[in-house]
């Protein structure tokens, strides 16, 4: 008996890796899709609910603001890295391309005419990053994904004139082009970005809103200790079928003073910062922003009395919210090797993120993206992690929270427009405890450089007005990952996960069941240290049915993308 347990967790354990593997993603800001700790439902590149197993509360991730995320997009009322105009930090040229499996292209080698499928979306992208030159860069990127477009695609193409995006035929959900100049020394990192960008923002009222960027500038600032961007987006508005348009002209940004290297040292360490949007509309333009304006100063401090122990806090505040983020953690000596970890935290606030926008226009309707009252979040959490031996190593963390307040959505009336579905009502709030406790443990394999396997599972129970969730949250997964490196060149990644059902309640009549499934995730990569090149290709969602992930979404399906890097 003894012997066949060994058997079977060596097999468990050589068969896993890391709890993130590598895999590529095919954007950055894409790597929900090959994630499966918790649920991630993708309805396109620019919309998805990401939230992570032991987060607490029943919110996605992107709907909550943090300091972290003040250089994310501002995707309607959700924060999102993607479409990143993050400049690439090493001086490089690069291309990616891709396709869904399944393009007719492969299929004329595979199949008869009439059993090929209809066609197939690419991602492309290219851009270039030069070296710098008396302190000066200058970088140029060009990319769209089209991936996750052909089901809404009849719809998108009948609400805008044109083709929607700089090349092809598929109105992709995003499509973006951008170029500038930077300069990079000991004292400071400035860039300044301009370009174009067609993109289709997913709202409450579950409608696919495009939008045309021309122009969009950002500029950057990193000196000293400060932290600052601008941005100036011209965004215009259509809706073809009604004969309407609109016209928004935003700057938004934020200053942000960071603690530095001497105050990190200290007991006390102090941030602060403010972020804005002001806005000018005219026309038909599908949201609102009450005032035109959000000014959201914000003050950060962790005291840390000892190495083992330390407190966080986050407030911020305006005339409209407020919003408190706080947590301790207690690192608890015990072995040599073993790690455990106790905390809180706490998250309260009037609305989750107040800086979106807080009203939208819909079939004569103003739908109030903002809930009377507040919410509360309580977590506690434990965490214990050991290195068994120098290759082997165990974990395990647990939490119990509990939300009051939590946001929901008031669905008034369903409107039915051919297959789609919209809805009609406000942001409301559900006033009542939910409860949810959570466990995962993980199983660690390494050897040097050479490879590194994980094995992870995890489970949640909540208890609550499920009906009145969003999302039903998937209750538990499992997943086996690797990552391989040989002779420090070549780079092999897997991911072999299942997540479990979840389900959306409020964006049609019916509950919206997303079904769980298995998935299979690989990258290869190989490095040319001599060259300065680096090539990659990714397989992404193998072996899982192709499905629709949210209401009014497009097919997630398998696809295959390479990149090709030349560092300077």
Known sequence: MNSL?????????????????????????????????????????????????????????????????????????????????????TPSVWMKTGNEVGDLIYQDFLTEPSERPGNRTPILEAGVRTPLWHGLWATFRLFQDDHYSTRMVDYRRSSVDGTFSFFGENWPMFS????????????????????????????????WIPVHYKPRVESRADFWNFSTTFVFENAEYQDKRKKESGERHEVNGSILYNCGENCKRGMLQLSAGLAFRFLDDDGVVYTGLMDNRVLWPFLEMRVRPMDQLKFDVMFGVNDRDWLVQDSVEYRVPVLEKMHVTVGGKNIAGTRLNPLADTYEYFDGDTISLTASGRMNLLQAYVGVEDSLTDFFGVGFRGSFWAEYGAETFDTKEYVEDGRYTFRHGDVARINSWIKGVTGEFWLKLWYKDLLKFTTLTGFERIDGKEKRFEVNPSEFFVSFNADWLIKKTFRISHSLRYRSDAEWNLRSVDPFIVKGDWYWDVTFEQRFPKWGITLAGSIIQAIGDEVVETPNGNYSRVRFFCTAKKAF
């Open 5 to 89: 347990l060994n058997k079977i967790i060596s097999v468990f354990a050589v068969s896993a890796g890391v709890a993130f593997a590598s895999i590529d993603p095919e954007m950055e800001g894409m790597e929900v899709v090959s994630r499966d700790d918790g649920t991630f439902l993708v309805g396109s590149p620019t919309f998805y609910f990401d939230r992570a197993l032991g987060a607490g509360g029943i919110h996605s991730e992107s709907e909550i603001w943090t300091p972290r995320k003040l250089r994310y997009r501002q995707l309607f009322n959700r924060l999102s890295i993607l479409p990143s105009w993050d400049p690439i930090e």
């Open 176 to 207: 973006s082009a951008y170029g500038g100049l930077g300069f990079t020394n000991d004292f400071i990192n400035a860039s300044v970005l301009a370009g174009m960008e067609y993109i289709w923002l997913f709202t409450e009222s579950s409608r």
